[in-house]
């Protein structure tokens, strides 16, 4: 026989199998997320992972690092051998793997229209995986999950106050509580006031230029406010004087983001006003807010940021509609509650095992099953088998040990004994009490035990 040669893959670096208990962790998140934003009236959206490379280009700009660095490519196989032949593509034809959720979802509401009855903003909120090809490390991944929220179409700052708390609201449902978060926020200014700022910044780079990295000096034209972002300690001491945005905010920004302040005063929200905190994206404007969480994380300590773009909708789609949103990190919450030893461990649910003793109790337990499970219950059946063997019956002791295994709250009874007299044995896992049954009382049994 012709030998094969096998191979044994592993996941690609800075990816995650999501497992047992990160699944239901991620399906709390998404129960958290449901609750808690759609009592502000966000509803569910789900976009593309893949769009065009120019939506991320000019959405979250060409000199941030997500873009500049970090963005994935999807190149079809059909495109692949255009580029070999040295064919250029159309922009169309040049796809990404979103790196983030914002541009996509404002490009959506944008093409559907999605902007609510009478005008009022439309709210939508994502969950799902982006990719950014960054060096890998503690709460930092290549594919990792995000959920996010994205209002358009309003500039009120009540919308501003109202994203912070809700993403506050959020960590506290799903148990990290406030006493180890970090708020900090800023305004970034609007058209009107930020081209004086960034000038300022420019002037300020140009005069440290000795001083200042290459990546902060390359991006002085095109996008000066980036070296507030940047992590070379040298640069970082620099940008500590740094002209301060809030010298050069127009009169209507520093309104805004006055009410944003008092807004969060009024609810009792601790935050730090931070000059330099400008966000790794170029299209916010006005507010930005990140918030660090002080245990569980190395230096990747942001679970969750954003802030506003009133000028995004006008720059991918064809209308111009201020918004706001943010996006928190699955994996780096998740991480945080680990250390919180807020994870539940069980990663079995089992209500109802039934236990068969004979080759004729599996039709019973068969059917049995699947009424339960119509009622709602879990219910499972000893579903090994030995060596290829599916046919073997397992011990009652075998399989009450399996049952405990699983957590089940309860076992079901049936052998020859049982199906000669139609009945079967019900057993509590935790009082250790039993009852017979007739069979067919018992889904109605259970029904009760429910209401
Ligand atoms: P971001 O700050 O780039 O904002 O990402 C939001 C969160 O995603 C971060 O706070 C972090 O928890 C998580 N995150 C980011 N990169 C990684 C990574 N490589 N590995 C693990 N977790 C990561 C945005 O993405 C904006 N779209 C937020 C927004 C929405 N602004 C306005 N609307």
């Known amino acids: 026989m012709k030998e094969t040669s096998r191979a044994v893959f592993k996941r690609p670096e800075g990816t995650a199998d999501l497992l047992g208990k990160d699944i239901a962790l991620w399906q709390k998140f998404l129960k958290c997320a449901d609750g808690v934003f759609t009592l502000r009236g966000y509803k569910r959206i789900e976009t593309p992972i893949i769009e065009r490379e120019d939506l991320f280009k000019r959405g979250i700009g060409e000199a941030t690092d997500v873009v500049s660095k970090e963005m994935y490519s999807a190149i079809s196989g059909g495109n692949l051998s255009k580029i070999k032949t040295g064919e250029n593509l159309s922009s169309r034809s040049k796809l990404a793997l979103r790196p983030e959720g914002t541009a996509g979802t404002v490009r959506a509401i944008c093409e559907n229209g999605l902007t609510e009855v009478d005008s009022m903003p439309a709210k939508y909120y994502y969950a799902g995986p982006m990719f950014r090809a960054e060096r ?19 500039n009120s700052p009540y919308l501003d106050a109202e994203a912070v708390l809700m993403l506050l609201d959020f960590f506290n449902r799903v148990g990290i509580e406030s006493s180890i978060l970090t708020l900090d926020i800023n305004s970034m200014g609007c058209e009107e006031c930020r081209p004086a700022f960034r000038e300022a910044v420019k002037e300020y780079i140009e005069n440290n230029s000795e001083h200042m990295c290459d990546t902060c000096m390359e991006r002085a034209n095109a996008n000066p ?15 500590d004087s740094a002209p301060n945005i809030h010298d050069y905010l127009c009169d209507d920004c520093k309104e805004h983001f006055e009410i944003v302040k008092s807004l969060l005063d009024a609810s009792n929200i601790k935050y730090n006003v931070n000059n330099k905190l400008v966000r790794g994206l170029d299209y916010y404007t006005r507010t930005v807010f990140e918030i660090t969480a002080n245990i569980g994380l190395g230096s990747q300590s942001a679970i969750g940021g954003g802030g506003r773009y009133d000028k995004l909708s006008l720059e991918i789609g064809d209308k111009n509609l201020p918004g706001i949103g943010f996006a928190l990190g699955f994996e780096r919450c998740a991480l945080v509650l680990d250390e919180l030893g807020k994870i539940d461990d069980s990663q079995e649910s089992c209500d109802i095992f039934i236990a068969c003793l004979c080759s004729d109790a599996r039709n019973i337990a068969f059917e049995l099953a699947n009424k339960l499970r119509e009622t709602g219950f879990i219910t499972r059946t000893d579903e090994r088998d030995t060596e290829g063997r599916w046919q073997n019956i397992k011990s009652l002791k075998a399989q009450l040990k399996l049952a405990n295994k699983l957590q089940s709250r309860y076992a079901i009874i049936i052998g020859e004994d049982e199906i000669a007299e139609n009945k079967a044995q019900i057993k509590d896992m935790i009082s250790h009490s039993d009852v017979a049954l007739s069979i067919n009382e018992i889904q109605n049994y259970f029904k009760g035990l429910k209401d």
């Not at 930092?140 to 179409?153: A, D, H, K, N």
């Open 136 to 154: 890998p490390q503690k709460g930092r991944q290549r594919q990792f999950y995000q959920i996010g929220t994205e209002m358009l179409g309003s």
């Open 225 to 239: 406010l980036r070296a507030f972002d940047c992590k070379n300690e040298t640069c970082a001491k620099i940008m």
